[in-house]
């Protein structure tokens, strides 16, 4: 799956019942033959974490105003805290509870995407007549 500027392209995969050679075939002509069944619903990886929930946090208007506020009172001419920016003793702890809050929320994502990708799924071979227990 494939996102750009908040459109999503679904691939799709093609597959005939019963019929085993045209599913490959079909398979083969779209390329997606390595297509996997692999749920991920995690938001962040190791190395995107800070900046990721960074850019999320500031998406919200308040956090935009808090900092906006705090660079204001660096400017000596308007400032009126003598260009000490006290409004970071609140956003700062603020931002840090709430990127607490993300990342553990995220590991719980990671845990039941882990449970559900080693779960057990009924495989159906119709070329056999039967079916099998495979992992997912």
Same mark, same amino acid.
């Given at each position: 799956?494939?996102?750009?500027?908040?459109? +999503?392209?679904? !691939?799709?995969? &093609?597959?005939? +019942?019963?019929?085993?050679?045209?599913?490959?075939?079909?398979?083969?002509?779209?390329?997606?033959? &390595?297509?996997?069944? &692999?749920?991920? &619903?995690?938001?962040?990886?190791?190395?995107?974490?800070?900046p #990721?929930? #960074?850019?999320?946090?500031?998406?919200?208007?308040?956090? *935009?105003?808090?900092? #906006?506020?705090s660079?204001m009172?660096?400017?000596?001419?308007? /400032?009126?805290t003598?260009?000490?920016?006290?409004?970071?003793? /609140?956003?700062?702890?603020?931002? *840090?509870?709430?990127?607490?809050?993300?990342?553990q !929320?995220?590991?719980?994502?990671?845990?039941?995407?882990?449970?559900?990708?080693?779960?057990?799924?009924?495989?159906?071979?119709? +070329?056999?007549?039967?079916?099998?227990?495979?992992?997912?």
């Amino acid at each position: 799956m494939a996102q750009q500027a908040g459109k +999503v392209e679904v !691939e799709l995969r &093609t597959l005939v +019942v019963g019929d085993v050679d045209a599913t490959k075939a079909n398979l083969k002509a779209e390329n997606n033959a &390595t297509m996997d069944n &692999t749920v991920v &619903t995690a938001l962040y990886k190791w190395y995107n974490f800070v900046p #990721l929930n #960074l850019w999320k946090q500031f998406q919200r208007r308040q956090n *935009c105003y808090f900092l #906006l506020i705090s660079i204001m009172q660096m400017i000596e001419e308007i /400032s009126i805290t003598n260009r000490q920016p006290t409004v970071l003793i /609140s956003l700062i702890p603020l931002l *840090c509870v709430t990127a607490i809050m993300d990342f553990q !929320e995220d590991q719980n994502r990671k845990r039941a995407d882990r449970a559900e990708n080693e779960s057990i799924a009924h495989k159906v071979d119709p +070329v056999a007549g039967g079916g099998s227990d495979v992992k997912w």
